[in-house]
């Protein structure tokens, strides 16, 4: 299990690691922050396709076709928290050595987002109000990587919970029963 989790994990971590890196390059040019968490979130549905992967390795590979929900969950699970760390990782390097003004960029789009939505002032001061206040927290490292979990574990989690479900066995499927009472 181990091994399936380490490898599925790294990837999918190594693939979040690629794609951040690409998809804040394009999004710091471009200051489309809208855009880029659509497809974000579908690139994250898309990478943790590794946990089913893992799973079904696992149960068809070293259980004999055979796999409970609460043992392909902790797998999934492991798999999602390798991946969300080194995508977290990938976000801390990524912005306090490359992009450290990606805030101010951030809240200055969310702000006009809201000016141009044709918001009257007290909207557009709520929102000021809003993004002053979330600048200020992310200023905490701590915020910053709970914030960056918070964006890409749920995904894994659905990840995990689907595939559990789909993916749970209780009893080897028939033709490796067949294959086995005849080399008896």
Do not use: H
């Amino acid at each position: 299990m181990k091994k399936i989790v380490l490898v599925c994990g790294l990837i999918s971590g190594f693939l979040f690691s690629v794609w951040m890196v690409i998809a804040m390059n394009m999004v710091y040019r471009s200051e489309n922050f809208e855009a880029n968490a659509i497809v974000g979130y579908a690139a994250m549905i898309l990478i943790f396709s590794l946990i089913f992967v893992g799973i079904k390795n696992y149960r068809d590979k070293y259980n004999n076709g055979v796999i409970t929900f609460g043992k392909a969950f902790k797998i999934g699970l492991y798999i999602a928290i390798i991946g969300s760390t080194m995508y977290v990782i990938t976000w801390l390097i990524d912005y306090y050595f490359f992009i450290p003004d990606f805030m101010d960029r951030y809240t200055a789009c969310m702000i006009r987002q809201c000016k141009e939505s044709g918001a009257i002032l007290a909207e557009i001061s709520k929102k000021t109000a809003e993004m002053a206040q979330f600048k200020e927290m992310y200023k905490n490292l701590i915020f910053v990587v709970l914030i960056t979990y918070s964006e890409v574990l749920p995904a894994g989690l659905l990840v995990t919970l689907i595939s559990s479900l789909i993916l749970k066995r209780k009893t080897p499927p028939q033709d490796l029963v067949i294959s086995k009472s005849f080399a008896s």
